[in-house]
Antibody, heavy 121, light 107 residues
Framework: EVQLVESGGGLVQPGGSLRLSCAASGFTFSSYAMSWVRQAPGKGLEWVSS????????YYADSVKGRFTISRDNSENTVYLLMNSVRAEDTALYYC??????????????WGQGTLVTVSS | EIVMTQSPATLSVSPGERATLSCRAS??????LVWYQQKPGQAPRLLIYGASTRATGIPARFSGSGSGTEFTLTISSLQSEDVAVYYCQQHNIWPLTFGGGTKVEIK
C-alpha cells in the first residue's frame, strides 16, 4: 500500500523559512516523480513544485520560484520542500503527491494527508 | 499558462440522477487531462486520467470525455457518497494547472 506522510508544517513568520518532508513507502520510490500541491484555506488546489525520479530535474510554479526548493533523498524515500522568504499567501495545507511516472505523465495517483503551513506574525 | 475553467461552480443533483461537470482549457491540452475528487476533510483522489480512463477502484458510474479544450466528467447516477468538490488538471504544458473546482451537492 502506498503511503505518503508529510511533516514539518507549523507557524512561521513572514520572511522566515520552513522545511517540509514527505516520507514515502509501499513503492519503489526512485521510479516515481514526486510533487507538492497546496490548498489555501477554503480554496482550490495549486501545484507548487515537482521533481523527477532521479532528482535531476525540478519544476516550480512562478509563485514560488526562487523561494522554494524541492529535493529528494532516494536512499531515505523522502522528498523535501524548503520554503524560504515565506509570505502570508503561502499559508496553506501542503500535500505531497506521487506522480504516475518517473519523468512524465505529470498527474497525481496518490496523495498524503497534508501538513499545514501558517505564515503570520 | 493554461487556464482551466470549471462550470458550474456548484451543482445540485437528486440521488440517482445524472451529474455533468465541465472543464475548459484556454488552449489545447490534447488528452492530458485528469479529474480528482475531494471529499470534505480529505485529500484529493484521482478519478480519471487521459481524459477518459478510470483510475483503479473508481466505480463505473464515473466517466470522462473530451479532448483539446473541452472536457466533461459525468456521474451517471449520483450517490450520497459522491458529495465532493471535483477538480480538473492539465499536464500537457508547464506549469501544471487546476480548475477552480465544481462542488456537487445532493438536492
Amino acid at each position: 500500500e502506498v503511503q505518503l506522510v508529510e511533516s514539518g508544517g507549523g507557524l512561521v513568520q513572514p520572511g522566515g523559512s520552513l522545511r517540509l518532508s514527505c516520507a514515502a513507502s509501499g513503492f519503489t520510490f526512485s521510479s516515481y516523480a514526486m510533487s507538492w500541491v497546496r490548498q489555501a484555506p477554503g480554496k482550490g488546489l495549486e501545484w507548487v513544485s515537482s521533481i523527477t525520479g532521479s532528482g535531476g530535474t525540478t519544476y516550480y510554479a512562478d509563485s514560488v520560484k526562487g523561494r522554494f526548493t524541492i529535493s529528494r533523498d532516494n536512499s531515505e524515500n523522502t522528498v523535501y520542500l524548503l520554503m524560504n522568504s515565506v509570505r502570508a499567501e503561502d499559508t496553506a495545507l501542503y500535500y505531497c503527491a506521487r506522480v504516475r511516472g518517473a519523468s512524465s505523465a505529470w498527474h497525481f495517483t496518490d496523495w498524503g494527508q497534508g501538513t499545514l503551513v501558517t505564515v503570520s506574525s | 499558462e493554461i487556464v482551466m475553467t470549471q462550470s458550474p461552480a456548484t451543482l445540485s443533483v437528486s440521488p440517482g440522477e445524472r451529474a455533468t461537470l465541465s472543464c475548459r482549457a484556454s488552449q489545447s491540452v490534447s488528452s492530458y487531462l485528469v479529474w480528482y475528487q475531494q471529499k470534505p476533510g480529505q485529500a484529493p483522489r484521482l478519478l480519471i486520467y487521459g481524459a477518459s480512463t478510470r483510475a483503479t477502484g473508481i466505480p463505473a458510474r464515473f466517466s470522462g470525455s473530451g479532448s483539446g479544450t473541452e472536457f466533461t466528467l459525468t456521474i451517471s447516477s449520483l450517490q450520497s457518497e459522491d458529495v465532493a468538490v471535483y477538480y480538473c488538471q492539465q499536464h500537457n504544458i508547464w506549469p501544471l494547472t487546476f480548475g477552480g473546482g465544481t462542488k456537487v451537492e445532493i438536492k
